[in-house]
């Protein structure tokens, strides 16, 4: 089959690999109908993240049929349409039964290699680092789901497969965040980043009943797909001196009762911080640039929540002091889409959330390494790149 692989930090290339088969009698076999680049992709293209193997195929947002199928798979079947959360869970162990999907106990074989760092190991998941499991990715023709019971999501008849790919990753990610925040009427919610996960931040706290979200970002086509396709205010931080004082100045003086961080290790930012981070993780000195969670924990009001929805390294300069001063409530995880599936796709088929306007670019698999160029450099008001494999 055709797949997108990793053959060193920016070095991608769209070559012939082995086909996948079922492996375990729980696992079934899709072949791809769609799969999408996603933001935390870059971090190890970048050379950020360590762990990727020459040939490694990567990708881990996608929707798909079923064509193989094991002999202990009892709830799906071989033809039917369905999309898959990014994460894998077994279904059966302690976090799984807490519904804290993305922290599997089972599903990371290479939980050693995470340990050191982490302390203790998360789930697997497609088409990332060998600590997270050395997974084949989503980026082509064919892909194995373990415990494909607990994973395989089908989609409802009346939803279309674009709208219904995002809801492997970029749509949980963000409503989880919103989830977070645990929104009371009357809220302010700001979201930090206008991409998929930071748009899907922004609907779901409106969903949830946020009164006021707003939306803070640079870009003037996402802040526009912001305004235009979720209904969020915005703020547009490369044209404000402070983005503290701009949101304590729309929020009364006391800030947003919530804050949704999406951006990630890679940010952009303003200021000396900013210089310093990038000059650091130029030299790898840092992982990260993480002006956009600082910003986060000061603008946030005291007493609220700040949710954590972007991919972290090690980080430098993280203000401490303020969380504690300011009675800050921390929340982050990776996304446990096995909770929200269900519901968002019935949002999907309602008509209460639309997400088809994240793919601005479609394309097939042999134009993939185009589209990461595209999706990292932000060209062309690029949200995200879609992929046909077939």
Same mark, same amino acid.
């Given at each position: 089959?055709?797949?997108?692989? !990793?053959?060193?930090?920016?070095?991608?290339?769209?070559?012939?690999?082995?086909?996948?088969?079922?492996?375990?009698?729980?696992?079934?076999?899709?072949?791809?109908?769609?799969?999408?680049?996603?933001?935390?992709? /870059?971090?190890?293209?970048?050379?950020?993240?360590?762990?990727?193997?020459? @040939?490694?195929?990567?990708?881990? =947002?996608?929707?798909?049929?079923?064509?193989?199928?094991?002999?202990?798979?009892?709830?799906?079947?071989?033809?039917?349409?369905?999309? %898959?959360?990014?994460?894998?869970?077994?279904?059966?162990? !302690?976090?799984?039964?807490?519904?804290? +999907?993305? /922290?599997?106990?089972?599903?990371?074989?290479?939980?050693?290699?995470?340990?050191?760092?982490?302390?203790?190991?998360?789930?697997?998941?497609?088409? +990332?680092?060998?600590?997270?499991? @050395? +997974?084949?990715?989503?980026?082509?023709?064919?892909?194995?789901?373990?415990?494909?019971?607990?994973?395989?999501?089908?989609?409802?008849?009346?939803?279309?497969?674009?709208?219904?790919?995002?809801?492997?990753?970029?749509?949980?990610?963000?409503?989880?965040?919103?989830?977070?925040?645990?929104?009371?009427?009357?809220?302010?919610?700001?979201?930090?980043?206008?991409?998929?996960?930071?748009?899907?931040?922004?609907?779901?706290?409106?969903?949830?009943?946020?009164?006021?979200?707003?939306?803070?970002?640079?870009?003037?086509?996402?802040?526009?797909?912001?305004?235009?396709?979720?209904?969020?205010?915005?703020?547009?931080?490369?044209?404000?001196?402070?983005?503290?004082?701009?949101?304590?100045?729309?929020?009364?003086?006391?800030?947003?009762?919530?804050?949704?961080?999406?951006?990630?290790?890679?940010?952009?930012?303003?200021?000396?911080?900013?210089? %310093?981070?990038?000059?650091?993780?130029?030299?790898?000195?840092?992982?990260?640039?993480?002006?956009? /969670?600082?910003?986060?924990?000061?603008?946030?009001?005291?007493?609220?929540?700040?949710?954590?929805?972007?991919?972290?390294?090690?980080?430098?300069?993280?203000?401490?002091?303020?969380?504690?001063?300011?009675?800050?409530?921390?929340?982050?995880?990776?996304?446990?889409?096995?909770?929200?599936?269900?519901?968002?796709?019935?949002?999907?088929?309602?008509?209460?959330?639309?997400?088809?306007?994240?793919?601005?670019?479609?394309?097939?698999?042999?134009?993939?390494?185009?589209? +990461?160029?595209?999706?990292?450099?932000? =060209?062309?008001?690029?949200?995200?790149?879609?992929?046909?494999?077939?």
């Amino acid at each position: 089959m055709r797949a997108l692989v !990793w053959n060193g930090v920016n070095d991608l290339a769209v070559e012939t690999v082995p086909d996948p088969h079922v492996l375990n009698p729980r696992d079934v076999v899709l072949e791809v109908s769609l799969t999408t680049t996603c933001g935390s992709d /870059l971090h190890f293209i970048d050379g950020y993240l360590p762990g990727m193997r020459e @040939g490694d195929v990567f990708g881990h =947002e996608f929707l798909g049929t079923i064509v193989e199928a094991g002999p202990e798979v009892h709830e799906r079947k071989v033809g039917d349409r369905v999309v %898959v959360p990014s994460f894998i869970a077994c279904g059966n162990c !302690w976090y799984c039964d807490r519904q804290m +999907y993305s /922290l599997c106990d089972t599903t990371n074989p290479n939980a050693a290699a995470q340990q050191p760092l982490l302390g203790y190991p998360s789930a697997g998941i497609y088409g +990332y680092t060998h600590p997270f499991g @050395g +997974y084949a990715g989503s980026h082509a023709q064919f892909v194995r789901v373990p415990f494909a019971d607990v994973n395989c999501f089908p989609v409802p008849d009346g939803v279309d497969d674009l709208s219904a790919l995002f809801v492997s990753d970029a749509v949980p990610t963000g409503f989880m965040g919103a989830d977070f925040c645990d929104v009371s009427p009357g809220d302010t919610v700001a979201v930090f980043g206008a991409g998929a996960v930071g748009l899907m931040a922004a609907a779901g706290a409106k969903i949830l009943g946020a009164e006021r979200v707003i939306v803070v970002d640079r870009l003037p086509e996402r802040l526009a797909a912001a305004r235009d396709h979720v209904g969020a205010e915005t703020i547009d931080y490369s044209d404000t001196d402070s983005v503290q004082e701009a949101l304590r100045e729309t929020t009364g003086g006391r800030g947003p009762d919530a804050v949704v961080e999406a951006v990630g290790m890679e940010g952009h930012g303003t200021g000396l911080q900013s210089v %310093v981070d990038r000059a650091k993780q130029a030299v790898r000195a840092e992982t990260d640039r993480a002006t956009p /969670l600082r910003e986060a924990v000061l603008a946030c009001r005291k007493g609220g929540v700040v949710a954590v929805l972007g991919v972290y390294g090690l980080t430098d300069s993280f203000p401490t002091g303020v969380v504690l001063n300011k009675g800050l409530t921390i929340r982050a995880a990776q996304q446990h889409g096995q909770r929200y599936v269900p519901r968002l796709l019935r949002h999907l088929a309602d008509g209460e959330l639309r997400t088809s306007f994240l793919a601005t670019h479609r394309m097939p698999l042999e134009d993939a390494v185009e589209g +990461y160029r595209i999706f990292k450099e932000k =060209e062309d008001g690029c949200l995200r790149a879609v992929f046909s494999p077939s």
